[in-house]
């Protein structure tokens, strides 16, 4: 396919979102969640943060990296002007198990005193670094804060939290895809999947 250049002259298109990374493929068990699915549901998402925070001072934080993919798309649907923020936390290390140990590797470059918080979180597994955020975002008073949580793995939630936008319900399972790793790899996969077994056993790199 060939688009037409801004001077008038036909450019080659690139692959598309929705082509996948075939160098992946072998390593994919079953794909849960499809890109066009996930594109569906945010942009529902986007329309309702959209009239929720109309004539309000929006401030989004992503928590990295996880999140990163799911702002970048969210955001595009939210029709008002807004700001973004990041936090990198680590809980995982390399291992698929959550350690309940929450670690600020890079804090917030504004302040968010008085402000209306938007905290965008890819996945929620037992909700122990999401209860940490809130409570730690918490004590800098903002004027408002809730939760955006695109992936929600309900059966084995440690924590009760209050999540205002909800994306999809998962089983207990690890997934990887749409800004979601194992390994550091498989974030930039558009859609949600699971990976077959052999793939934990291989050595990492
Ligand atoms: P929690 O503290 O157990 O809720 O873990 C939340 C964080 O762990 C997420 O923000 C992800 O970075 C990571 N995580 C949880 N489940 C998965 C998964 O299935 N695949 C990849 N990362 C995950
Ligand atoms: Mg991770």
Do not use: C, W
């Given at each position: 396919?060939?688009?037409?250049g801004?001077?008038?002259?036909?450019?080659?298109?690139?692959a598309?979102?929705?082509?996948?990374?075939?160098?992946?493929?072998?390593?994919?068990?079953q794909?849960?969640?499809?890109?066009?699915?996930?594109?569906?549901?945010?942009?529902?998402?986007?329309e309702?943060?959209?009239?929720?925070y109309?004539?309000r001072?929006?401030?989004?934080?992503?928590?990295?990296?996880?999140?990163?993919?799911?702002?970048a798309?969210?955001?595009?649907?939210?029709?008002?002007?807004?700001?973004f923020?990041f936090?990198?936390?680590?809980?995982y290390g390399?291992?698929?198990?959550?350690?309940g140990?929450?670690?600020?590797?890079?804090?917030?470059?504004?302040?968010?005193e008085g402000r209306?918080?938007l905290?965008v979180?890819?996945?929620?597994?037992?909700?122990?670094?999401?209860?940490?955020?809130?409570?730690n975002i918490?004590t800098r008073?903002?004027?408002?804060?809730?939760?955006c949580?695109?992936f929600?793995?309900?059966?084995v939630?440690?924590?009760?939290?209050?999540i205002?936008?909800?994306?999809?319900?998962?089983?207990?399972?690890?997934?990887?895809?749409?800004?979601?790793?194992?390994n550091?790899?498989?974030?930039?996969?558009?859609?949600l999947?699971?990976?077959?077994?052999?793939?934990?056993?291989?050595?990492?790199?």
């Open positions: 396919m060939n688009v037409q801004r001077s008038g002259e036909a450019v080659p298109s690139s598309t979102l929705t082509d996948h990374v075939a160098e992946y493929d072998p390593d994919i068990d794909i849960l969640i499809t890109g066009e699915e996930i594109q569906a549901k945010i942009s529902l998402l986007g309702e943060i959209t009239a929720d109309r004539g001072d929006l401030l989004l934080i992503g928590v990295l990296k996880g999140a990163f993919v799911v702002m798309d969210l955001s595009r649907h939210i029709r008002l002007p807004l700001q923020d936090m990198a936390v680590s809980s390399a291992s698929t198990k959550t350690s140990v929450v670690r600020i590797l890079k804090d917030l470059d504004l302040e968010i209306d918080v905290l979180e890819d996945i929620i597994d037992s909700g122990l670094t999401l209860a940490y955020l809130l409570k918490r008073r903002p004027a408002s804060l809730e939760v949580a695109l929600r793995k309900t059966e939630q440690q924590v009760n939290l209050d205002r936008y909800r994306g999809f319900e998962l089983p207990p399972v690890f997934v990887v895809g749409y800004g979601l790793d194992y550091e790899r498989y974030r930039n996969l558009p859609y999947a699971t990976l077959k077994p052999e793939v934990y056993r291989e050595p990492l790199g």
